[in-house]
């Protein structure tokens, strides 16, 4: 039951591997799709019956047929990992393109806020300026007349205008800039909230905080161990069927024949009673 077991599971995981393979391999050549497709399952159904057939008939087979066949497997296995590790590769970049990284636009905005509050700082230091001449004035008594300081305030009345216009709208500037910023770093929480597992694997191994350049290699490196384990295990397996389908075989061939051995002593010593 365990052998039957073995090679259907060998098959699942080969023709899901298949699958991520060949779709793997269309984005890489995604101009000629329907052609890598049927070469990619043929070619993956061929690597399987030459796994079988080697083991079945290793001892028998020419050294130069066996060799081939070997290199083959490997060299088919080598393309099934190549077309997972481009699929896998491929459900990454969807994934990141989809999210966004808003990093720089956030950046961007920050600048373009800090720029705003530098022009309301300027235009506030300008007022200042004005209430100084106004107070000095004041101090020295001089209020009314074409030269006090009622004067001095009115003719500042257009300038302090402009100024608070200036104000006005570099915090209205600012609002809206929040508010977009705002926007941008709840798309960007949610992407982090995305990446959180492969950012503590990351962190794990490099034990400092993951910029996008750790967690980009780390990415690489779960698809690297994933497509260990995927094709070759599936190989495997396969053969690991194979020798437990010969064996029962022969088990079951030996009973047979001791059976039948017991079977036709029996019949002899009946004939000769």
Do not use: C
Not at 15 to 31: N, P, R
Not at 173 to 186: C, H, P, W, Y
Not at 201 to 219: G, N, P, Q, S
């Amino acid at each position: 039951m365990i052998n039957y077991l073995a090679l259907i599971i060998a098959i699942a995981i080969s023709a899901v591997a298949a699958w991520y393979s060949i779709v793997g391999l269309i984005a890489i050549f995604a101009a000629a799709a329907i052609p890598i497709a049927i070469m990619g399952t043929v070619l993956e159904i061929g690597k399987l019956v030459s796994v079988s057939w080697l083991y079945q008939n290793w001892k028998q087979t020419p050294v130069l047929l066996k060799s081939y066949l070997v290199f083959a497997v490997v060299v088919l296995m080598f393309i099934t990992s190549l077309g997972i590790f481009g699929f896998l590769s491929k459900a990454h970049i969807d994934q990141t393109l989809q999210g966004g990284d808003n990093t720089l636009q956030i950046t961007l905005i920050e600048n373009r806020i800090k720029n705003e509050q530098r022009i309301i700082k300027d235009a506030e230091n300008v007022i200042k300026q004005l209430d100084t001449q106004v107070e000095t004035l004041i101090e020295f008594s001089r209020i009314r007349g074409p030269n006090g300081s009622i004067a001095t305030r009115n003719s500042q009345r257009g300038e302090r205008s402009e100024l608070n216009g200036v104000i006005d709208k570099a915090s209205s500037s600012i609002t809206t800039l929040n508010d977009e910023a705002a926007g941008l770093r709840k798309e960007q929480l949610k992407l982090e909230a995305d990446v959180g597992p492969i950012r503590y694997i990351a962190e794990l191994f490099y034990h400092d905080k993951a910029d996008r350049d750790v967690l980009e290699t780390a990415v690489r490196w779960v698809i690297i161990v994933i497509i260990w384990v995927f094709d070759p295990l599936a190989v495997l397996l396969l053969i690991a069927a194979n020798q437990g389908l010969m064996l029962t075989a022969k088990r079951r061939k030996r009973y047979y024949s001791r059976k039948g051995s017991v079977e036709l002593k029996t019949k002899d010593i009946l004939s000769i009673d």
